[in-house]
């Protein structure tokens, strides 16, 4: 059915010697039989219902016990593109984040200067807002006062809004950590085993901002070294795991970095520039530091697998 040795990349489906590899997980021919059969027994299902027979099936699960629909329903799309599946036609075309890409809605606030020292506008409060009424706010924030705006976020991610007196001031973007990081898995010092089975303990700060009005020396370490006190509590309760390290890239070209430094974060190297589904191994995009944080002196052993 397929060739011994080729190499095709369909968006995020990677196809190699008779294997596909799609976010990281291996599927054979018996297992696109299984969904053709799948198929084939259900013809009156849609393309929903099919994703969610084959979540179950596969036992394809979040650690909270929610499926991976979304995922799923992207593997069996990249399938049917590629010719390996005939999926049901398209029964209602719901708005998809990922592929329509709506920008957030353009919200005000108040952006009354706030100054003054650390000491003068703590303590803090840390809401986190992912799904709650308050999400549209930080959607909003970010796309209009970070640089590189709002991006719809996958897998596992949590959002906080910082408050001053009833006042947003900082936002914080948590989601789940790239699968491969040379820098990074050396510092841990994990097998391939074991990053596959255990990179879900680690979060990803993918966005970071300060609001422009708020103008506070101290506040971004501060702010760092009170989210890692927080977080793991909040991951635990929506799913259902503990995380034990930190990490986020900052772009060499524009920061340095500075308060990730002061709040004990340790800088583990640089990317390559050529980001994750790269073919040609040259850089195509600016050069990044990655930092890191533990949260756990024995993270490492957590991490490979030796801990409780």
């Given amino acids: 059915m397929f060739p011994l040795a080729f190499r095709l990349q369909l968006r995020y489906l990677i196809v190699m010697d008779g294997q596909f590899k799609y976010r990281g997980k291996v599927f054979t021919a018996e297992d696109i039989g299984f969904i053709n059969r799948l198929i084939g027994d259900n013809p009156h299902d849609s393309r929903w219902v099919l994703s ?6 596969w036992n394809w699960v979040q650690p909270n016990g929610a499926l991976r629909d979304m995922v799923c329903r992207g593997l069996m799309l990249e ?9 049901p036609d398209r029964k209602c075309c719901l708005p998809n984040p990922f592929v329509e890409r709506r920008k957030p809605e353009k919200l ?101 901002l300060i609001l422009p009005w708020v103008r506070v020396r101290f506040l971004a370490s501060h702010l760092l070294g009170r989210m890692a006190k927080v977080i793991c509590q909040h991951w635990q309760q929506i799913y259902r795991h503990p995380i034990y ?11 340095y970095g500075t308060c990730y430094k002061a709040a004990n974060w340790v800088y583990l190297g640089d990317t390559t520039g050529r980001g994750k589904n790269d073919q040609t191994n040259k850089a195509n995009r600016s050069i990044k530091a990655v930092w890191g944080y533990p949260l756990s002196k024995d993270f490492r052993k957590h991490l490979n697998g030796d801990g409780p």
């Fill in 245 to 255: 390290y930190l990490e986020t890239f900052v772009d060499k070209e524009k920061f």
């Fill in 79 to 87: 399938f049917h593109r590629a010719g390996h599946i005939r999926l």
């Fill in 52 to 57: 969610r027979k084959l979540c179950r099936a």
């Fill in 108 to 208: 005000k606030i108040d952006q009354l200067t706030i100054d003054g020292l650390l000491s003068e506008i703590t303590p803090l409060q840390f809401r986190q807002v992912r799904r709650t009424p308050a999400e549209k706010l930080f959607n909003s924030l970010i796309e209009q006062f970070h640089y590189l705006g709002y991006c719809h976020p996958v897998g596992e991610q949590l959002k906080f809004i910082v408050y001053f007196n009833q006042r947003p001031i900082a936002c914080l973007a948590w989601s789940s950590a790239p699968r491969h990081m040379g820098c990074r898995d050396r510092f841990i010092g994990w097998s391939a085993e074991a990053r596959k089975k255990h990179i879900h303990l680690l979060a990803y700060n993918s966005r970071f």
